[in-house]
């Protein structure tokens, strides 16, 4: 190979493995935002099921 082109294929090798550590921390991002969404979903639930007891008790105490 001439000098250019081992240049050219570095620069290409380089850009490579920039791209597929961005495409990792895009997918460890992704896996984040998954692990707060679940999360997100059992606090809510979480308050709706307080929400749920303290109805209960004032129901309980009218009674």
Not at 11 to 21: F, G, N, Y
Not at 49 to 54: A, D, P, R, Y
């Amino acid at each position: 190979m001439r000098g250019d082109q081992e240049t050219a294929m570095g620069v290409m090798l380089a850009k490579l493995d920039k791209r597929s550590k961005l495409e990792k921390e895009v997918s460890e991002v992704s896996e984040h935002d998954v692990k707060i969404y679940k999360l997100k979903k059992k606090l809510d639930r979480t308050l709706t099921m307080v929400n749920i007891l303290k109805l209960l008790m004032r129901l309980d105490m009218t009674i």
